[in-house]
Nanobody, 126 residues
Framework: QVELVESGGGSVQAGGSLTLSCKVSGVTPPLYCMAWYRQLPGRERESVAS????????YYADSVKGRFTISRVNTNKDFILQMDNVQREDTAMYYCVTARFCLGAGISVTGGAPAWGQGTQVTVTS
């Protein structure tokens, strides 16, 4: 069973930077997808960025392209989301997730149930 724990959320001024971390424990498939999602109250969870473990290929939502970077922590299972030049609209609860396959900037539900973290709040102030 895979367990994910996010950290690094908090309050940041617009234009600033924040790094979210996802610590992954348990048994993961040899090849899998790492991704970040975010959610505002009353809205659907939306994909932000994904990374294919085997190739290192990354995908980003248009709203964060050029500002956010998803990457692995060395060769570990852990991964991060570097958020630069954050904007008010980036305020949300952020979740990390692993799944068997990526689909665009998010995950595919084929290949088994994904594993989600509990979320970490990011608040961007003006």
């Amino acid at each position: 069973q895979v367990e994910l724990v996010e950290s690094g959320g908090g309050s940041v001024q617009a234009g600033g930077s924040l790094t979210l971390s996802c610590k992954v424990s348990g048994v993961t498939p040899p090849l899998y997808c790492m991704a970040w999602y975010r959610q505002l109250p009353g809205r659907e969870r939306e994909s932000v960025a994904s990374l294919i473990s085997s190739s290192g290929t990354t995908y980003y939502a248009d709203s964060v392209k050029g500002r956010f970077t998803i990457s692995r922590v060395n060769t570990n299972k852990d991964f991060i989301l570097q958020m630069d030049n954050v904007q008010r609209e980036d305020t949300a609860m952020y979740y990390c997730v692993t799944a068997r396959f990526c689909l665009g900037a998010g995950i595919s539900v084929t290949g088994g149930a994904p594993a989600w973290g509990q979320g970490t709040q990011v608040t961007v102030t003006s």
